[in-house]
């Protein structure tokens, strides 16, 4: 066979090697035989080039079908994750048994109250308050949810939803819960500025109830900003 001939079967030799590792993903490792030929000692430069190549090739080949793998199976999670982060508390609630309604509702309420705070916040006062409100504020909204969660029937409870426009600006609103059958709100979780003389800006937290015309002020706690007036909501 000539040198030219030889040449060419390692080239054909080279291209079955790209294809069955292409088709198997890089799992199946292609014959010795096809990549290195023995009969040929004088042609052993020509086949150790050739050789080199198609490993490097493969290599290539298999380091980028693992990439796209790796790609595929990331943008399969974050799609899983943002489907789960648009299901509404009815869509929940139709997966849960009456047994476990009002606990799983606080869950689902407490998250998604830390959400909307965190957005209401805006990064400049989320990375300051931010721990705060976790630690102190949190637990007790969490306190409200659950002692309503315990005074409503199933029926209720089935029927809420949660807001999802904090206001922005200088706006109060950070959480409302009504009843989606008579589009009427229930508790209304708000924050307001307050200055007092000479002690400087302070986050006051409350909530509001529909029983007493949403009147009242009941306070959740307070949360020290600074002497200089903080930023807009959501900035």
Do not use: C
Not at 2 to 22: D, H, M, N, P, Q
Not at 207 to 232: A, T, V
């Amino acid at each position: 066979m000539k040198k030219e001939e030889r040449k060419l079967s390692l080239w054909l030799r080279k291209a079955l090697v790209i294809f069955i590792t292409v088709a198997t993903f890089g799992l199946v490792t292609p014959p010795d035989y096809l990549i290195v030929d023995n009969t040929h000692a004088k042609d052993r430069d020509v086949i150790d080039e050739t050789s080199e190549q198609i490993k490097t090739e493969e290599s290539f080949i298999i380091e980028k079908s693992v990439a796209k793998e790796q790609e595929e199976s990331k943008e399969e999670s974050e799609e899983e994750s943002k489907q789960h982060k648009q299901l509404t508390w009815k869509d929940v609630a139709a997966t849960v048994s009456e047994e476990e309604l009002k606990e799983t509702f606080t869950e689902y309420a407490v998250e998604h109250a830390q959400q909307q705070a965190k957005t209401k916040f805006g990064k400049v006062i989320d990375e300051e308050i931010g721990t705060d409100f976790d630690e102190n504020i949190l637990p007790k909204i969490e306190e409200v949810i659950e002692t309503y969660a315990k005074e409503w029937d199933e029926d209720v409870l089935r029927q809420l939803a949660l807001s999802t426009r904090p206001a922005g600006g200088n706006g109060e609103k950070i959480l409302h819960l009504y009843n989606t059958e008579t589009n009427e709100d229930l508790i209304r979780f708000h924050v307001r500025r307050d200055n007092p003389p000479k002690e400087g800006y302070w986050f006051n937290f409350h909530y509001h109830d529909s029983r007493d015309q949403f009147l009242e002020h009941y306070e959740l706690g307070k949360i020290y900003w600074d002497k200089n007036m903080p930023p807009k909501w959501m900035n």
